[in-house]
Structure formats: C-alpha cells, structure tokens
C-alpha cells in the first residue's frame, strides 16, 4: 500500500486478556518500529527490526510484550495478560533501512488499546 | 543517554509566527526530525535536517539548527487554524530515533 497501516484501528479488552496488534510496513522498508503513546505522553520506544530480526528489543516494558516480523513484511506485537497500564496508543514505522542512520520514519495511524 | 527536551504548549494567534524550540543532548545526532500529529492520527514528517546544516526553509516552515547549542527550532509563518497539533521534534545518530514530549500548538482565530 502507499503507506503505514495498523489494524486494528481501536481495541477494547478485558483486563487479563491477550491482544495482537498488526503493522503493515510501506512495501520494501527493511526496518520497522514500534512505539508507544500514552495519554499526554511522549512516544515510547518499544523494539525495532531489521529484516526479520530484532536487534533492540530494549524498550519492551516486561516480558508480556512480545513482536516478531514474518518475511520481513508485517509485524505483530502481542500482549499478554493485558493491564490497564497497557492502555495507550500503539504505533508502527518504518523506514527504507535504518543500518546507516537516520532514514526517516513513515508512521501508521495507530492503535488504540483501551483495557478495561 | 539520549534525550529531547521541549516545551508541552504553545498558543499563538492566527496569522502570527510559531516558534516551536528543541534541545537535544546526542552530540552525534546526524538527522534531526519534526513530525506532525493531528488529533486521532499517526505521526506525519513534516521536515527534516541534516547535522551540517544551518537552516532549512520549506514554504511556511523554517528549521533552525545550532548544533553548539544542540538546540533546534521549528518556525511556522502565518499560522492558521489547520496548525493545530502536536509537534515532535526528533533525533537520530544511528537506528534509534529519539522523540520528544511534543509541544501541543493551540492556534486561536
């Protein structure tokens, strides 16, 4: 597609619940991103592939949050045993190849988790 | 580490000049970054820097960067109502880009 998309757009679940969240990358990026918003908050780096593999899995909150990339195309981040502090605005980027530095970043629209 | 520092809020008048200033502490950073988000969206790249650059001007935007100072500015002429967002100023100096807060811009009509 022509650009960055996420799905689902909104999701609501139970506290304890497991969620998946999908990220389309613009086609041929090699990298790809996620972060996080919280509300007022700035973004929250959580991990970043190159190709398939994730050399920065630094900014991933605990050991609930988990990504992985297929075909070094679409990711999917999952969440396990969801808390309310989960809530929050997921967002997914990519960009052409992030080996060399400082290749801009196109973002999707975004997910919106709410745990209830 | 790495950080980005910039002011929450900022309202200005329609018609007048937006200055939205950054601080960055990576003395590296080679590309420096402002994003868009408009309510209920993604991020949108409005412009960027390179780290031997001054000034860069794009229609109603000019970016000034003082990398002595580590510090950069996003400056929006004549802004109008369709401002109103919350703008990211970013850096990178390798596979990380780091965001600010983002400095919420209220334009009043």
């Known amino acids: 597609g022509a650009g960055v998309s996420q799905s689902p757009s909104n999701k609501v679940t139970e506290k304890g619940k497991d969620v998946e969240l999908r990220c389309d990358p613009i086609?041929?990026?090699?990298?790809l991103y996620w972060y996080r918003q919280s509300l007022g908050q700035g973004l929250e780096f959580l991990i970043y592939?190159?190709?398939?593999?994730?050399?920065?899995k630094s900014g991933l909150p605990s050991d609930r949050f988990s990504a992985e990339r297929t075909g070094g195309s679409v990711s999917t981040l999952t969440i396990q045993r969801t808390q309310q502090e989960d809530s929050a605005v997921y967002l997914c980027?990519?960009?052409?190849?992030?080996?060399?530095?400082?290749?801009?970043?196109?973002f999707g629209p975004g997910t919106r988790l709410t745990v209830l | 580490g790495e950080d980005v520092e910039q002011s929450l809020f900022l309202s200005v008048r329609e018609g007048d000049s937006s200055v939205i200033n950054c601080t960055y502490t990576?003395?590296?950073?080679?590309?420096l970054y402002w994003y868009k988000q408009e309510p209920g969206a993604g991020l949108q790249l409005l412009t960027y820097?390179?780290?031997?650059?001054d000034m860069k001007q794009d229609q109603r935007l000019t970016v000034l960067l003082n990398k002595k100072d580590k510090h950069l500015s996003l400056r929006i002429a004549d802004t109008q109502t369709g401002d109103s967002a919350i703008y990211f100023c970013?850096?990178?100096?390798?596979?990380?880009?780091?965001f600010g807060a983002g400095t919420r811009l209220f334009v009043k009509a």
């Open positions: 592939f190159q190709g398939n593999s994730a050399p920065d």
């Open positions: 086609s041929g990026h090699t990298a």
């Open positions: 990576d003395s590296s950073s080679t590309y």
């Open positions: 980027a990519s960009s052409l190849d992030s080996s060399g530095g400082g290749d801009t970043q196109y």
């Open positions: 820097i390179f780290s031997n650059m």
């Open positions: 970013a850096e990178t100096g390798g596979f990380k880009t780091i």
